[in-house]
């Protein structure tokens, strides 16, 4: 459909754009970076306030996040309740995951509606490795 201009800009009732769509599928790389190409906004709200990095991250795609972050994601916006892409990693146990949303300037002491931080959410889901990583990284 793109190789024919077809139109790459609309949301579907959940205010979804393409690009929230294919971050959600961890085989769309090519996907995700031909989409970032035509234009799509990489840090477009769905209705419930989703980005598409939080898409990728929901899908436990760590290449996705990675394209998604290179292309200015922004890992700190969290959807309407305040849940950040590092909520989601920490809550899935994704070390790795988590690393690469640190790197990026994450906001390890970021709270969501419920007051509670990745720190929380790692620990409430027994992810002990993500929990020891997000100590090491506590602000000063």
């Not at 906004?41 to 419930?48: F, H, I, K, M, T």
């Not at 990675?66 to 899935?92: C, F, V």
């Not at 002491?109 to 990745?118: G, I, V």
Request: hydrophobic share 40%.
């Amino acid at each position: 459909l793109l190789d024919h201009q077809a139109s790459v800009h609309g949301l579907d009732r959940e205010r979804k754009t393409s690009l929230h769509l294919a971050a959600a599928s961890p085989k769309c790389l090519p996907l995700i970076q031909r989409l970032l190409d035509e234009g799509l906004d990489v840090n477009a709200r769905s209705r419930e306030g989703f980005t598409p990095l939080q898409c990728a991250v929901l899908s436990n795609s760590t290449a996705s996040v990675e394209i998604l972050l290179n292309r200015q994601a922004d890992p700190n916006k969290g959807n309407y309740l305040g849940i950040t892409p590092l909520h989601a990693a920490s809550a899935m146990g994704n070390i790795e995951m988590v690393e690469l949303l640190l790197s990026y300037k994450a906001k390890v002491d970021a709270q969501a509606y419920d007051m509670r931080k990745p720190i929380h959410v790692a620990a409430a889901h027994w992810k002990s490795s993500v929990v020891r990583k997000l100590l090491a990284s506590q602000p000063d």
